[in-house]
């Protein structure tokens, strides 16, 4: 009987080939990310392809670094996610905001959204995939080409780039937290979460960021001046 988790690669490894090909026509907008979604996924129903999550307080993932070993718990948001990421999405002006920025402020830039992004985390599964792809095309967009296969080359380029993103996200789901908030806390329901996070915080923030890792895998293919791209819709 075939792995399930090798299947879905395969599946969606030529479903991100077809993208790269033919890519969503879009505003980068919540249209455009969930058709992304939608068709990375559609051979796969249980991740309901486009759909954000249902709404909880809190979303909880445990992430184990292929290389190194080390488990922690990553806390993503909870509530309505519907609005917040149209609000991300919103400041990106239909892919405007990046036109014409040199390469280290468009790595900051594509830092800024994927961070908010996947601290949102707005699929049940499959957000690490799609962000890939809205990023990569984002970038394309804005005159660069951003190859993220260097990221997966091996355990400890996967690890690499997995801690810099969770720190993106811990740092937005505990915004500014110290000792003083975790003295504060103390019998907060969520205080064991909270004193985990400050934990891996401070081990992350000795780490590499995400947008030096962004850096890296931009190439400028062409200079794109502000406004000077054409709409367009979301399409299948």
Known sequence: MPDPHALEG??????????????????????????????????????????????????????VLEGEGTQYVI??????????????LSELQGGAALE????????????????DLDHLHPFQEGNSRTLREFTRELALHAGYELDWYSTSADANTRDRLDVARD???????????N???????????????????????????????????IREQ???????HPASSSDGTAQG
């Open 100 to 115: 014409g920025l040199a390469l280290d402020e468009c790595a900051e830039r594509l830092s800024q959204l994927y961070g």
């Open 167 to 177: 720190l993106e996200v811990y740092e937005r789901q505990y915004p500014g937290l």
């Open 75 to 88: 806390g993503y948001a909870g509530g309505d996610l519907g609005p917040r990421v149209e609000r991300v």
């Open 218 to 224: 931009l190439v400028l293919l062409r200079r794109v």
């Open 10 to 63: 395969v599946l969606t490894s030529a479903r991100i080939l077809e993208l790269q090909e033919s890519p969503v026509n879009g505003r980068f907008d919540v249209a455009h990310l969930r058709e992304a979604h939608r068709r990375i996924f559609q051979d796969l129903a249980h991740h309901r392809p486009g759909e954000f999550r249902p709404q909880v307080r809190t979303h909880f993932k445990t992430r």
């Open 179 to 213: 000792a003083e908030m975790l003295k504060a806390y103390g019998r907060h329901r969520d205080f064991a979460q909270m004193h985990h996070a400050s934990h891996m915080l401070t081990v992350f923030r000795e780490r590499e960021r995400l947008a030096s890792i």
